[in-house]
């Protein structure tokens, strides 16, 4: 082909995509070029469709404990028997025949690992989901309304930023850990507390401790928000609203938000790499999920006694943890690099 | 500058106010006390109320605040309730060093390997060693310290027997109170758990070095010193690179807070005499004095980094101006 | 462009080879500045010359914490009373060999007629000294005029006053108050009172002449004499240093061993004390002990594994291998503490007893030692463990596992086949191996029951917190109908266990026991003067309490058994009262020197 055929062929193309390339196109196609990235997109996603189907993957429970086969090394099966038959389950169908254990091992109590590790990314992703919403959530409202009011509200607010900028994050997250443990005991059940305790069991003892993870790491995010709001404000068709006569409320939901929201996303999504590693530190050093709920900080904390004749156990949910934390990189620098290449043009 | 810096340190009074506050409150709020048991056995309540009293912990909350506060203020950073001949100051001075040297080292190889490297990977971009460069700083960024950590002891301390693998090769008293005696003994201790704790940060800043200076390297004017010859080149590559620390460095503040939360871990794997070892332990213990001391202690350093960044910031950037 | 590249990588590349070779580069090799003559003048020369190595038998260690405590009237953990039991001397001694109480301070004692005077005499040789931890000199103390000290009456009446004194906060002055006339006064008391310090019931009418004035006859008094709370402290050294006065340089002790460096957080090193008489000594060897702070056991078993130290617990994940690699290395030792579950005897459905005693029945003790714990353990059908005077043999008295039975009984208590048996709620202390236990429980009582494991809610709290939640004064809707804990010897006489722990009026563990007959034996043997009537007695108090139809105010589960992994060259008989006795053991110091390769 010649390069005037490549050209035209190219042309083409472009014709096929459409007349009006909208920047959300021109920046899938350049995220579509960057195969690591993708690959790291598609990897969540299977992360999170392992995690919503859990119990139709799993032939045990997570706590259900095998006490005749502690510490079993990976790969090797074991048939067991009609006896423990009724541990073993396919989505509530006790099988009858007896199942084999162990893709990944057991752990001391002889758990099967390879379920914990697929139950434990319901809690990676937890972590992942509150605690980048309740961020993105606070950030971004704290941050518009300080960068659309401007002038005064705009000083002190940013004010208020900088002032907790300072406070260490991990020192009052551990100590808040110890306080929702024990409020979640208290045994509240009613009303709006009483569900928020309810659902705090039921993710192991863990929302609590999301929300605040999310709570104190919203600061980079309203700046961020308040940074993409100052440089819209001055466009035209803000103007042209406000001309119109629309109000501010409408301003901000319907012109601001949709364009601010690209960026922000981006850089959630590049922090949550970090809260995972919170919550696994956390758990590591024994305040994160309650027993028997896995979580792979926790996977870890328990294998790492035994690292020297186990490394399985530590190894397994390390590498886990390492690849969901390369797959978020990945996909967030894939991310960036489309939306900044649509700006720039191509290099 | 000197205004906007001690502006800066003045706003930053408030705020260390509002540290102690808070880690006071949590510290106070945390159920169970420090005299409820010892070695998994309750201590009898006639004892425990002795303990509290002496110690004050069975006054009011705002009571205890403000004894706490006044002896602060004196320098005091209150007693050690499980261990009767130390002062928190004393625990301070025990370990602080530790961390700090740790931390410090643990920046020297980050910034020392991140910054070469992220150069190297931007002035070759797109060939394969920009993309194993890339690819090894973000598995580097990846691996968590927890599973970097025991891998390191097994294959270098254990397998290998090249390094000891517990220990920080030395004790107090430190020179100038911070700084150990270098000798090899020490070298050899600092080695694992430096990578360790080095790997992720020298990972980071070689994304952001390259990231940087591929952006700088796409201006303009850098395509017209091109053009223009060597000597010109190499004043203007000069002037990239300072403009490429630019987001390096702003992240450096950041940084520093996951070098405290990165030396809590290593400090737990290695058995190292840190800050943050002792501050985990602390709040199993509920020594309320060391918790909030230790908060606190963090709380000012972040502060201060902040501030040296900052200016740091405006050093590299001429555009940048403070008043 | 290339050039720069490559002198970055270069660069690069150094830093990271001279910081490997430099921490590769060696031991501690020390360099002398020599000067030597040559032809033409001096010339000074560096020379390499390899340190000198010590030859004291030493005893490398670790621990997993600092020592909290070195203070005796103070300490409260297993770590401290090690140190306090080689740096002081106590009253009386736990000997290892005959597990008798024989005297270390004391050398004979006599009881009054009423069993309410002690009287005991002291051995008046033994100094108190000073280390200096510069020179590496111990020197006994002297007073003002110039004598030099020993430890006399006076220092043990100091001492035992001190304990009970409020504003001192002796944890462990409240064990002994109740049996020390006046001390529950004064320790009770808002302040300080020079009248109440008087009236406390111990005295010195000689130097060698100790007096006790007890509350009640205790019977087993002697039992408490080997602690470390009422050992003699100097009273010169406390009002000079204050609080610090345990510090290294500060300290003053009387024991087999001084304290030479204790770095916080890091190191401690106790050598022998060369003042001590010699009949005292111990027989062992070793000279010197060095124990670092470890806070992590498998980094601890790991120093193990490289003879760096002598003795290591063994990483639960880690045994297995261990066994099979080492199977004369491994010792296996009690600390005599029992696991139990309490029950709340006041709130339904545990209020009954045959509900009590059929849970208790359900539980395969022997299946659950084997499979969770490792064989780290054995089965408790009584409370109180062997070893202690008093205690039955460990598998007389006490109904065990008997399914069949436990059935019949949960029938006859009207919940047949666990029918109509109401949500229970179980509370144990955080940990996974707590967790463990739960299930594993309540997986028997499903298993042999029927009771489902849904009927029991389990829950996990910080210790301190378990303690708040089951005490006395909460009402009964908020306490759990069962808890885990457990319970290990102060002193080695059963009415530390059945008294201390189970006895009606003890507010401490929140079982609300109505009193009863039971009680009122285990009053008489705290007071009865003959040691086959009170051997007699206890055995009663546990069959009432555990036997077929007794009152089962607890389950008790398991006694706890550690491994350890010992290397071979170290002897020793380890201690399970009082804290080790590091001044009777031995090490092969040749056969340690080979295996460190030296």
Redesign the interface.
């Given at each position: 082909m010649t390069t005037a055929e490549k050209g035209l062929e190219q042309l083409a193309g472009d014709k096929v995509l459409g007349k009006g390339r909208s920047p959300v196109q021109d920046a899938v196609r350049e995220f579509r070029r960057n195969k690591i990235a993708v690959a790291g997109m598609a990897f969540i996603i299977f992360v999170v469709l392992v995690a919503i189907a859990a119990p139709l993957l799993t032939p045990y429970g997570f706590a259900t404990q095998n006490l005749d086969y502690p510490r079993a090394k990976p790969m090797t099966s074991v048939v067991i028997t009609t006896e423990f038959a009724e541990k073993c389950h396919w989505y509530d169908t006790p099988l009858e025949w007896g199942c084999t254990l162990i893709l990944f091992g057991s752990d001391n109590v002889g758990r099967d690992l390879y379920s914990r590790m697929i139950y434990g990314t319901r809690v990676s992703l937890s972590v992942a989901v509150v605690a980048a919403s309740v961020s993105l959530l606070i950030g971004s409202v704290y941050g518009t309304i300080s960068g659309f009011a401007g002038g005064r509200a705009d000083n002190l607010m940013m004010r208020i930023v900088d002032f907790l900028y300072a406070i260490p994050t991990l020192p009052i997250i551990i100590m808040m850990t110890v306080y929702f443990q024990a409020i979640s005991r208290m045994g509240i059940h009613t009303g709006f507390i009483g569900a928020l305790i309810t659902l705090n069991r039921a993710m192991g003892g863990l929302f609590f401790l999301f929300v605040a993870i999310g709570a104190l790491n919203w600061i980079g995010m309203a700046r961020m928000a308040r940074g993409q709001v100052l440089s819209y404000k001055q466009k035209e068709f803000v103007e042209a609203a406000r001309a119109v006569g629309a109000s501010n409320g409408h301003i901000i939901s319907r012109h601001l938000l949709p364009n601010i929201i690209g960026p922000l996303l981006i850089a959630e999504s590049l922090a949550i790499p970090g809260y995972i590693f919170l919550e696994a530190i956390l758990s590591f050093i024994g305040l994160g999920v309650q027993p028997p709920t896995p979580s792979w900080g926790s996977m870890i904390n328990e294998g790492y006694q035994g690292i020297l004749s186990n490394p399985h156990l530590v190894l397994v949910p390390g590498i886990a943890l390492a690849l969901l934390t390369l797959a978020f990189n990945f996909m967030g620098d894939g991310l960036r690099d489309a939306f900044d290449a649509r700006l720039r043009g191509r290099q | 500058m000197i205004k906007y810096i001690i502006r800066r340190l003045l706003v930053s009074i408030p705020v260390v106010f509002l540290i102690i506050l808070v880690a006071f409150l949590l510290v106070q709020a945390m159920p169970g006390g420090p005299f409820d048991a010892s070695n998994q056995k309750p201590i009898p309540a006639v004892v425990r109320e002795i303990l509290e009293r002496k110690y004050g912990l069975d006054k009011p909350v705002y009571e205890q605040f403000f004894n706490y506060f006044v002896n602060l203020l004196q320098g005091d950073l209150g007693p050690m309730l499980r261990q009767r001949g130390q002062t928190v100051n004393d625990v301070v001075a025990q370990t602080f060093p530790v961390s700090f040297q740790l931390g410090m080292l643990a920046m020297i190889l980050g910034y020392g390997i991140g910054v070469p490297a992220g150069i190297i990977a931007a002035l070759n971009h797109n060939s394969t060693l920009d993309y194993a460069a890339t690819f090894a700083a973000v598995v580097g960024v990846s691996v968590p310290n927890l599973v970097l950590g025991p891998v390191l002891i097994l294959l270098f301390g254990v397998s290998l027997d090249w390094f000891p693998i517990a220990f920080w090769g030395a004790d107090p008293p430190f020179i100038l109170g911070l700084f150990p005696t270098p000798n090899a003994e020490f070298w050899s201790h600092a080695v694992l758990p430096t990578v360790a704790l080095g790997t992720g940060i020298s990972a980071g800043v070689a994304r952001l070095t390259r990231a940087g200076l591929l952006e700088v390297l796409s201006e303009d004017y850098i395509r017209t010193a091109r053009a223009k010859g060597l000597k010109e080149r190499m004043v203007i590559l000069i002037h990239a690179l300072k403009n490429a620390l630019i987001p390096v460095a702003t992240v450096l503040g950041p940084q520093l807070a996951a070098i405290l939360t990165g030396t809590l871990i290593v400090e737990q794997i290695f058995a190292l005499n840190g800050m943050g070892r002792r501050f985990i332990h602390s709040v199993q213990e509920r020594e309320y004095f060391l918790l909030v001391g230790l908060t606190l202690i963090y709380g000012v350093l972040l502060i201060l980094g902040n501030l040296t960044v900052d200016v740091l910031y405006a050093w590299l950037d001429p555009r940048i101006r403070y008043d | 462009?290339f050039s720069?590249?490559n002198l970055?990588?270069a660069?690069?590349l150094l830093?990271?080879a001279s910081?490997?070779l430099?921490?590769?580069?060696?031991?501690?090799v020390e360099t002398v500045i020599v000067e030597k003559e040559v032809p033409g003048g001096v010339e000074t020369v560096v020379v390499e010359v390899e340190p000198e190595v010590e030859q004291v038998v030493t005893m490398d260690g670790y621990s997993t914490t600092?020592i909290?405590?070195?203070?005796p009237q103070?300490t409260?953990?297993?770590v401290s009373i090690s140190y306090i039991e080689n740096l002081f001397v106590h009253l009386t001694n736990f000997d290892l060999v005959t597990s008798e109480i024989v005297g270390e301070a004391a050398t004979s004692w006599t009881t009054s007629e009423d069993g309410l005077t002690w009287t005991f005499t002291l051995r008046t040789d033994i100094p108190w000294v000073y280390h200096n931890p510069v020179t590496g000199e111990t020197t006994q103390e002297v007073d003002a005029d110039g004598n030099p000290l020993f430890v006399t009456a006076e220092d043990f009446v100091y001492a035992i006053k001190r304990a009970c004194d409020?504003?001192v906060?002796?944890?462990y002055?409240?064990?002994i108050?109740p049996f020390i006339k006046g001390c529950t006064d004064h320790?009770?008391a808002d302040d300080f009172s020079q009248e109440l310090d008087d009236a406390v019931g111990v005295s010195a009418p000689a130097p060698d002449t100790l007096v006790f004035e007890l509350e009640f006859p205790a019977g087993y008094f002697l039992s408490l004499t080997p602690m470390w709370v009422m050992a003699a402290t100097p009273s010169w050294a406390i009002a000079e240093h204050g609080?610090?006065?345990?510090?290294a340089g500060n300290i003053v002790t009387n024991g087999r061993y001084v304290l030479s460096e204790w770095?916080?957080?890091?190191?401690r090193i106790i050598v022998r004390n060369p003042l001590m008489p010699a009949d005292m000594q111990g027989g062992g060897n070793i000279e010197k002990i060095v124990i670092?702070?470890?806070?992590?056991?498998?980094?601890g078993?790991?120093?193990w594994?490289?003879n760096e130290v002598e003795t290591s617990g063994v990483?639960?994940?880690?045994l297995?291998?261990f066994l099979e690699q080492y199977p004369d290395e491994a010792d296996q030792i009690s600390d005599l503490a029992v696991f139990y579950m309490g029950f709340r005897s006041s709130k339904a459905p545990v209020d009954d007893p045959m509900v009590r005693q059929a849970l208790a029945q359900a539980i395969d003790k022997e299946a659950f030692i084997e499979?969770?714990l490792q064989g780290q353990g054995v089965p408790m059908i009584h409370f109180t463990p062997p070893g202690l005077f008093g205690a039955p043999a460990i598998d007389e008295v006490g109904v065990g596992y008997d399914p069949a039975a436990a059935q019949q009984l949960l029938a006859d208590a009207g919940y047949p086949n666990c029918e109509g048996f109401p949500q229970t709620s179980v509370l144990g202390?955080s940990g996974?191996s707590t967790?463990?236990w739960l299930?594993?429980v309540t997986g028997q009582w499903e298993t042999n029951l029927g009771c489902s494991a849904d009927l029991f809610t389990i829950?996990?709290?910080?210790?301190?917190?378990l303690?708040?939640t089951v005490s006395e004064e909460a009402p009964d809707d908020?306490v759990p109908s069962l808890w885990t804990l457990?319970?290990?010897p102060d002193y080695a006489d059963a009415n530390n266990f059945v008294g201390d722990v189970l006895r009606c009026d003890v507010?401490?563990w929140g079982f609300n026991r109505e009193c009863n007959a039971i009680d009122d034996m285990i009053t008489a043997a705290r007071v009865e003067p003959d040691p086959a009537v009170r051997i007699d007695l206890y055995t009663q108090i546990e069959e009432a309490f555990f036997g077929d139809g007794g009152e089962h105010p607890i389950i008790p589960l398991w006694l706890r058994i550690a491994y350890t992994a010992r290397h071979s060259w170290l002897d020793r008989i380890p201690s399970t009262f009082g804290g080790e006795q590091w001044y009777t053991w031995n090490i092969d110091w040749e056969a340690k020197m080979a295996a460190q390769g030296q």
């Open positions: - | - | 462009m720069r590249n970055f990588k660069f690069a830093i990271l910081m490997v430099v921490a590769c580069g060696g031991g501690a600092d909290p405590e070195l203070d103070l409260t953990d297993q409020p504003t906060g002796a944890a002055g409240g064990l108050a320790i009770t609080e610090a006065w345990t510090e770095v916080h957080g890091v190191r670092n702070v470890v806070p992590d056991t498998s980094t078993y790991a120093l594994l490289n990483p639960a994940a880690e297995e291998a499979v969770v202390y996974q967790l463990d299930t594993f829950e996990q709290q910080s210790f301190g917190e303690l708040d908020q457990g319970w290990g507010s401490d």
